[in-house]
């Protein structure tokens, strides 16, 4: 495992849920799907993938909840705070771990560098940047560019 002080830390709002990252893959993300609003209680939610190796829980993991989705996501968050960490999708593989890059306690080297699942986004949610714009996920339509 890699040293518990480097790299980037969070955790949840009550502090009793607490991990390190030491580096993230390039393809950060704002997603609009539906139950990321709703779980988020946002417009979108935005997650970094860090490889399983790159990922260490600090404290507080037996007090993590996890809801599974009808579609076999899962997302996991404090049982105390109800605030949300980490996201892992059905068809993800297993060496990856999807953090919520609101939990992070500093500044990331990366930005997020596509919008995805905008097909569903909220009627009310307007994107202003010029990010790629996706129909789902990456694999998918590119709305606003010619990818």
């Not at 600090?58 to 404090?78: D, K, S």
């Not at 949610?125 to 339509?141: K, T, W």
Request: negative net charge; glycine residues 8%.
């Amino acid at each position: 495992m890699q040293d518990a002080t480097a790299g980037y830390q969070g955790g949840c709002l009550c502090g009793q849920v607490r991990y390190v990252a030491t580096q993230f893959e390039e393809n950060l993300a704002h997603c609009h799907c539906s139950m990321c609003r709703k779980f988020h209680g946002a417009a979108f939610a935005s997650f970094g993938s860090v490889k399983r190796e790159n990922f260490q829980w600090l404290q507080g993991e037996t007090e993590l909840v996890a809801y599974q989705a009808p579609n076999g996501t899962i997302r996991r968050f404090c049982k105390h705070c109800g605030s949300s960490l980490t996201f892992a999708p059905s068809t993800s593989a297993i060496d990856l771990v999807e953090i919520a890059l609101g939990s992070l306690d500093s500044d990331l080297a990366l930005l997020p560098n596509a919008h995805i699942y905008v097909g569903s986004k909220a009627n009310w949610d307007v994107i202003n940047d010029d990010l790629p714009q996706y129909a789902e996920g990456r694999a998918s339509r590119c709305l606003n560019t010619s990818q």
